[in-house]
């Protein structure tokens, strides 16, 4: 029985998203798990970029439902207001996975994870958008954090 990283889960959720696939185009989403930007990625910072961390959460033994709570990091090519930009955009994607509104009905995605898919049931923002700055490189970002429900076991 194969269980399932909850952030790997959210950034594929992410990377998979039309939307966010067209704010990044021509290039491919940059949006990246922990430990952050990759070494190779961060000569060419500041730029559009995307981190996820994820800070813990519940799990249940008697029922496989996890939640845990994503920190999201938004940078900004020049400032903090293209990191807001970017922000909204991914805003927007999750907010579609909190209750239902009438017209947004995307709670309940199952993401292509491994051999099979995660349930992802709610995603709900927890705090932010906050403007913040890398204090040595002095990138601007925009951090917020969500709290994902998800089945903890891969689906076939």
């Not at 049931?121 to 925009?142: A, Q």
Request: proline share 8%; hydrophobic share 45%; aromatic share 10%.
């Amino acid at each position: 029985m194969a269980f399932i990283v909850p952030v790997v889960a959210f950034r594929t959720l992410l990377v998979t998203n039309a939307a966010i696939i067209a704010h990044f185009a021509p290039d491919a989403p940059r949006i990246y798990g922990t430990p952050g930007i990759p070494r190779a990625e961060v000569q060419s910072m500041p730029r559009a970029a995307v981190t996820l961390l994820q800070l813990g959460g519940a799990q249940n033994r008697n029922i496989p439902i996890g939640t845990v709570t994503i920190a999201m990091k938004c940078y900004g090519a020049q400032n903090t207001l293209e990191a807001m930009d970017l922000y909204s955009v991914i805003d927007e994607v999750l907010g579609d996975m909190a209750a239902p509104v009438a017209g947004r009905r995307l709670q309940n995605q199952q993401v292509p994870y491994g051999a099979g898919n995660c349930y992802i049931y709610t995603i709900h923002k927890s705090t932010g958008p906050m403007d913040v700055m890398e204090p040595v490189e002095t990138w601007p970002y925009v951090w917020s954090s969500y709290m994902m429900m998800y089945w903890q076991r891969v689906v076939a």
